[in-house]
């Protein structure tokens, strides 16, 4: 644990979860003060102690540490990880979409490869066909399936897809891998832009829960001061969720850069040599995301066709 303090106190984690978990108290520390049920030690003027200052901050990292803890559950939940109404209403009609809008773009992104591939005629396409391709691959996965409920969801999926789509690598269960052979300062830029989506999401939580809070003790108090306080809170929670989608992209773009950069790297601490070929590679490259699933040996022996080759002159 005292390891991992450094990780605590750093930039990364200063933007996306020390500030959003400021927001959060800020935000409630509001809302009891307007229904008149701030303590007295949190009070406005009180805080101005040097004491109750520190308290506050202390407050503040803790809460932060706990949106860390956190962070895995709520980016499901924003990605609709949710198999009940109306998730699961959502996500039928995501799953609709797609195959209405999203699946024939594909398909005749498909038979255009295949025509150039084989070196037939074309087939027709509308002019407007790379925006709708490229529309498609960032905003949803490469199969119906894989659908989730909401368009964040639908994002995130698009960025884990891509290494698997293109080199037959499963993002999941290889990103710990890829990581350990990700360069520094290609590392810190993932850090940058994991800190910017962090923040997104959890000021979009921040927003949420404040807007909730004030609905239940108006409920319970059954009048509205303050009335700027909850609107507030959902301008803030649409804004950041708003930003979350954007900073997703940026993150994405990193992720996938890491696949195409480093995946060299990460086939050389395996033990292995990148074919010379795509399809080759997209075989060695599915065989070890089957070994790393679902521990299958027979994969992994299959693996000893691209092991690398002694380097000659060696005794």
């Given at each position: ?8 106190i750093d ?9 959003p978990a ?23 003027p ?13 407050a ?37 979409g ?19 591939r ?8 509308p ?14 996965p ?16 698009a960025l884990?897809?891509?290494s698997?789509?293109v ?18 300062a ?46 507030t ?8 969720r ?22 060299g ?24 995301s ?12 299959a ?6 080759k ?6």
């Open positions: 644990m005292l390891g991992k303090l450094p990780d605590l930039k990364s984690f200063f933007i996306g979860y020390f500030l400021a927001i959060l108290v800020g935000g409630v520390q509001l809302c009891l003060h307007l229904f008149g049920l701030l303590p007295p030690f949190l009070t406005f009180k805080v101005s102690d040097l004491l109750d200052a520190a308290i506050l901050i202390a503040v990292w803790l809460l932060a540490i706990l949106l860390l803890a956190l962070n895995r559950a709520f980016l499901r939940l924003l990605e609709g990880y949710v198999r009940v109404f109306p998730f699961s209403l959502m996500e039928f009609w995501k799953r609709k797609f195959r209405d809008n999203v699946e024939p773009v594909l398909h005749r992104q498909e038979a255009i490869d295949r025509a150039l084989e070196g037939t005629e074309l087939p027709y396409f002019s407007d066909h790379s925006e709708r391709l490229r529309r498609a691959v960032e905003d949803y490469h199969e119906a399936e894989f659908v989730l409920a909401t368009s964040f969801g639908n994002a995130f999926r884990e897809v891509h698997k789509v080199y037959g690598l499963d993002a999941i269960p290889a990103w710990p891998r890829l990581e350990a052979v990700i360069p520094e290609f590392g810190k830029r993932l850090d940058e832009a994991k800190a910017q989506l962090d923040f997104a999401v959890n000021t979009f939580y921040a927003g949420v829960i404040v807007l909730l809070l004030y609905g239940g003790l108006a409920a319970f108090k059954e009048r509205l001061p303050g009335w700027w306080l909850p609107l809170a959902l301008l803030v929670a649409l804004l950041a708003h930003m979350a989608q954007g900073a997703l992209r940026l993150y994405g773009d990193y992720v996938k850069a890491a696949f195409d950069l480093f995946r790297e990460l086939a050389e601490k395996l033990g292995l040599a990148l074919p010379q070929t795509a399809e080759d590679e997209h075989h060695m490259w599915t065989l070890v089957q070994y790393l699933i679902y521990r299958h040996r027979g994969c992994y022996e693996l000893d066709a691209f092991r690398k002694p380097e000659s002159g060696g005794r």
